[in-house]
């Protein structure tokens, strides 16, 4: 009986010791093991989903001319589609993401601002002169609607949400571009109102090269012959990522002017010139087989990347000031 009992008494020990032995194991090393598993996957979707996100769209057609029955359209159209592969691309608008992968991500949100600031400028120009006769002319209700919206901060993830807003600014171009299959708002293909818009295009380019080229050693002179300062090297590709997304906007939206401003282009000889153009920024959209934007110095052993960009740009905005003087000539 006293055997037994002892027996009993072991083996109640021996168990024990065995499940505080498994408690210790549970609560020590294998929970380690278990959450640096859900970290280093989580890391792993991050940067996956990063990679995926940060692939640019390319330079497909996002509109036919087919598709465009009255003047105007093809531009209002292209416009829509512009704005809508910025908010439905992989990712999404990711500028105000306040969340991994898209918080860490650097040269997808400046590729998304300089397609937004094309969309600013063309729905502004739209507002202004193209669907006005003239300028004592009323303004178009929904370019009036759209244009405030697509200047909403970039940045706002809530309250309201950026996306929200610059949906709101589809909405009201679609609106237009109803009214104007069904004759109930106009456009005007003039060549003082297209001259207006690549002003301003021109303007926007001549800023993006000189950003561009003062990523190298050699300081640039501002307008009153004082050096400026040089791009910082954190800075160098966030500049260039929004160089090439102001240049892949230009690249669909000279596409459509080519169409809707045909006859005007026609007139003026210019047409050659605006494909000059096209092709030019075309050139910027090349793939980039560097891991990282590289920042070499003149002739050196390493590749400046923004240099190069800046010569396209600049080579595209000396056609444009050609092409405006064309078209403002009598």
Request: hydrophobic residues 40%; proline residues 4%; charged residues 25%.
């Amino acid at each position: 009986m006293k055997f037994a009992k002892r027996s009993m008494q072991d083996a109640n020990e021996r168990l024990g010791d065995s499940l505080e032995s498994a408690r210790a194991w549970l609560g020590g090393p294998l929970i380690s093991k278990l959450l640096g598993l859900v970290v280093l996957a989580y890391v792993l979707l991050c940067l996956l989903l990063g990679w995926y996100w940060s692939r640019e769209p390319g330079l497909e057609p996002l509109v036919t001319a087919r598709e465009a029955r009255v003047e105007g359209e093809l531009t209002v159209q292209t416009l829509q589609a512009v704005m809508t592969t910025l908010l439905d691309k992989p990712g999404g608008f990711i500028s105000n993401d306040i969340m991994p992968p898209g918080l860490m991500m650097d040269n997808m949100p400046n590729w998304e601002f300089g397609v937004l600031v094309q969309v600013r400028d063309m729905t502004r120009a739209l507002r202004r002169d193209m669907a006005r006769s003239q300028s004592q002319s009323t303004e178009d209700r929904d370019l009036a609607r759209a244009e405030p919206r697509f200047h909403f901060d970039n940045k706002s993830w809530a309250m309201p949400a950026s996306e929200s807003e610059y949906r709101d600014g589809l909405r009201a171009l679609a609106s237009y571009e109803q009214r104007l299959q069904q004759g109930d708002a106009a456009f005007y293909p003039r060549a003082d109102s297209l001259a207006s818009w690549l002003g301003d295009v021109s303007t926007r380019l001549g800023s993006l090269s000189q950003r561009l080229s003062a990523s190298v050693g050699r300081e640039p002179l501002s307008d009153s012959g004082r050096a400026r300062e040089r791009t910082p090297w954190t800075q160098i590709d966030d500049v260039f990522y929004e160089a090439r997304g102001t240049s892949w906007a230009l690249v669909h939206l000279l596409r459509a002017v080519e169409q809707d401003y045909a006859e005007v282009l026609g007139k003026k000889n210019a047409q050659v010139s605006l494909q000059q153009i096209i092709r030019d920024l075309e050139a910027t959209q090349a793939p980039l087989w560097s891991p990282m934007v590289l920042n070499g110095s003149g002739f050196g052993v390493l590749a400046n990347h923004s240099l190069v960009m800046a010569n396209y740009l600049s080579r595209a905005n000396a056609a444009l000031i050609d092409l405006r003087r064309l078209l403002e000539q009598g």
